[in-house]
């Protein structure tokens, strides 16, 4: 790795949570279209996963300037794409000096990660560690930050390659080293203890906001879940009349967010819960799943869906695998298809007239319902339909009420 230019996070120091320098990068982005009976993608799949990893590199800071994309049955064990294509790629760097960053679209394994590193002379990132440093820049709280760190150096352990010397620094030089000890098993052994204090540290956080749950007293949970950028912040605010941080980036929203709201006169929690996205690495699923206790212990779920998205049904496949894999996908769920205005925009004809288009509504709404059970259109954005969610959400908590606290749905 050349160290001029690797990638270094900012961790162990007032600078953590800080990321990769905020200036913007000139990147390229690879990614592999695998063709095997295991897994057949296709171009288009493809090119949709680089769009979101555009958005994901742009929401990091950096700039995309060119993709590469290669057909293969399988990935290269060593170079991740075929020797050719990294031919291909070590020449259009050449002709453009402004580029300081390659992003992979899946994630690397040490092994293909030095060996991109040595071939391009740039910074090699794949999708974790692209995600990881959004994750660092927006974490706000003690926990999500502890989070963070702890992903961070959990991925880095099996990446030490003898060239992270300023590890150590973090101890005492005298005293520090077995007899024969190499500078890598140093390093590593820092890493490792590292990660020890930090899971003690988390340990200690959980149980803070195990302890400010139980005080929130009976009332009903809801927690809204879904894609990443999908309107779940502004539904929040929306609902909530809270002001909770949204923007059109991925990941905006990383830190729970709760506020109690009233419907009619019946009070319920609210929360606001980091947003998922496809091949999001498992090693940050286990780092968050603290963070992710909110939608443990919540009563109800509203899946919040953008429906705009062309991918939209496989962002709802996304979330619905990842609560299995959180245990939570039998919970009562409201499906909210948001960005009902932005769909309008892009897939209505101008000249199609009122009526025609409460019929073709109309018609979404049942062939939604028919496919996903009880659900809403809405644009949280406008506060189109909102008149709906609320009653539907409402009758929701209320049945919930009825169930978990009989005495105080008598009030209602």
């Given at each position: 790795?050349?160290?001029d230019?690797?990638l270094?996070f ?5 600078e953590r949570?800080?990321g990769?320098?905020k200036?913007?990068e000139?990147a390229?982005l690879?990614?592999?279209?695998q063709?095997?009976?295991?897994m057949?993608?296709?171009?288009e ?9 555009e958005?994901l ?11 590469f994309?290669q057909?293969?049955?399988h990935l290269n064990?060593?170079?991740?794409v075929?020797?050719?294509?990294v031919?291909e790629?070590e020449?259009y760097?050449?002709r453009?000096p ?7 679209d899946d ?12 071939a ?5 990132l794949?999708?974790s560690t ?10 706000q ?8 760190e ?9 990446r030490?390659?003898g ?9 005492g ?5 077995g007899?024969g000890?190499?500078?890598?098993e ?10 020890s ?8 956080i959980?149980?803070q906001?195990q302890t400010?749950?139980k ?22 605010n ?7 941080f949204?923007?059109?980036?991925l ?7 709760v ?5 009619n006169a ?21 780092s ?5 206790d909110?939608?443990?212990e919540?009563?109800?779920l509203?899946?919040?869906?953008d429906m705009?998205h062309?991918?939209?049904?496989e962002?709802?496949?996304t979330?619905?695998n ?9 919970k009562p769920t409201?499906?909210?298809?948001n960005?009902i ?7 209505f004809d101008a000249?199609?007239?009122?009526q025609t288009?409460?019929e073709i ?12 059970g009880d659900?809403v259109i809405i644009?949280?954005?406008?506060k189109e339909?909102m ?7 409402g ?15 008598q009030?209602?």
């Amino acid at each position: 790795m050349t160290t001029d230019k690797s990638l270094k996070f900012q961790v162990g120091s007032d600078e953590r949570g800080k990321g990769l320098v905020k200036e913007t990068e000139k990147a390229i982005l690879v990614a592999v279209i695998q063709d095997n009976p295991q897994m057949r993608q296709t171009e288009e799949l493809v090119t949709e996963y680089l769009d979101e990893l555009e958005f994901l590199a742009l929401t990091a800071g950096a700039e995309t300037i060119k993709r590469f994309t290669q057909r293969l049955p399988h990935l290269n064990t060593t170079s991740y794409v075929g020797k050719g294509k990294v031919e291909e790629i070590e020449k259009y760097i050449a002709r453009h000096p402004e580029l300081t960053l390659v992003i992979i679209d899946d994630d690397l394994s040490p092994k293909q990660q030095s060996f991109l590193e040595e071939a391009f002379k740039l910074k090699v990132l794949d999708r974790s560690t692209l995600i990881l440093d959004i994750f660092a820049q927006r974490a706000q709280t003690a926990q999500a930050r502890t989070q963070v760190e702890l992903a961070q150096m959990q991925y880095l352990l099996p990446r030490l390659r003898g060239m992270w010397s300023h590890l150590e620094r973090q101890r005492g030089g005298i005293g520090m080293r077995g007899p024969g000890e190499k500078e890598i098993e140093t390093d590593r052994r820092i890493v490792r203890d590292k990660i020890s204090f930090l899971k003690k540290d988390l340990e200690t956080i959980d149980r803070q906001a195990q302890t400010q749950r139980k005080q929130r007293g009976a009332m009903i949970r809801v927690a809204l879940v879904g894609y990443t950028n999908v309107g779940k912040s502004t539904l929040m605010n929306t609902t909530a009349k809270a002001e909770v941080f949204a923007e059109n980036k991925l990941f905006a929203t990383l830190d729970t967010t709760v506020r109690k709201v009233v419907f009619n006169a019946m009070p319920f929690l609210l929360s606001d819960t980091v947003g998922f996205i496809r091949k999001l690495p498992h090693h940050l699923v286990e780092s968050f799943k603290s963070t992710l206790d909110e939608t443990r212990e919540s009563d109800i779920l509203v899946h919040v869906v953008d429906m705009a998205h062309l991918q939209y049904e496989e962002h709802i496949a996304t979330v619905q695998n990842t609560l299995k894999e959180l245990g939570v996908a039998d919970k009562p769920t409201l499906m909210v298809f948001n960005k009902i205005d932005l769909y309008r925009e892009r897939y209505f004809d101008a000249l199609v007239d009122g009526q025609t288009k409460e019929e073709i509504e109309a018609e979404l709404l049942d062939n939604l319902t028919n496919k996903y059970g009880d659900c809403v259109i809405i644009s949280a954005q406008s506060k189109e339909n909102m008149d709906d969610f609320r009653e539907k959400l409402g009758r929701m908590i209320k049945e919930q009420y009825v169930v978990r606290y009989p005495h105080q749905a008598q009030q209602w």
